[in-house]
């Protein structure tokens, strides 16, 4: 294992916390890095529900959930979640952010931070979300290599990660 900090120019783009911090780079993975995770988990009135509807991982990917037909009409399927004080849970997992934006965009939608390594395990957890024997989240939009992969039903390991951080480094509020 061998440490870089990132260069000044790298750190000053960015926004989200890392900037003062030793990022542990392990083979192209930065265990440390601040990944922005927006979730549409919010109601019709914007209020948190616990449903995840879709997934946004700025310029990287986008997962959409499954549509099920109910005596109402289309809906949307997606696993659900109850916060507990800085983490995510689901079904005994537990997955720590370091930071949430209600209303991040509009009010179907909150960002959460999450260190890469969290982001890591809760994609790897929707990956093997199922219902009715299928998928329930679908990469609907994203950077090509990730789009097959999880499309492909891979699970995301360090090289996807890599790539996420990639596009994670420069984000904004």
């Not at 449903?51 to 005596?71: A, G, K, P, T, Y």
């Not at 997992?93 to 982001?119: I, K, Q, S, T």
């Not at 290599?145 to 699970?155: C, D, I, V």
Request: charge should be neutral.
């Amino acid at each position: 294992m061998r440490w870089h900090t990132l260069n000044c120019r790298k750190r000053r783009r960015l926004s989200i916390g890392a900037t003062a911090r030793t990022i542990i780079r392990r083979n192209g993975f930065y265990d440390y890095l601040q990944i922005p995770v927006m979730l549409a988990c919010n109601d019709d009135n914007g209020m948190f529900d616990g449903n995840i509807r879709m997934i946004d991982i700025h310029d990287s990917m986008m997962l959409e959930s499954c549509f099920i037909d109910d005596e109402h009409g289309f809906d949307f399927v997606g696993v659900e979640f109850s916060l507990d004080s800085g983490t995510l849970v689901s079904n005994g997992h537990r997955f720590p952010y370091v930071r949430r934006l209600e209303w991040c965009g509009n009010m179907c939608w909150d960002l959460f931070v999450m260190y890469a390594l969290d982001c890591q395990r809760l994609l790897n957890y929707l990956q093997g979300a199922q219902m009715h024997g299928r998928r329930i989240y679908t990469c609907v939009e994203g950077e090509s290599r990730l789009f097959e992969h999880w499309n492909a039903g891979r699970q995301i390991g360090e090289k996807q990660m890599g790539l996420i951080a990639k596009f994670s480094i420069d984000f904004r509020l």
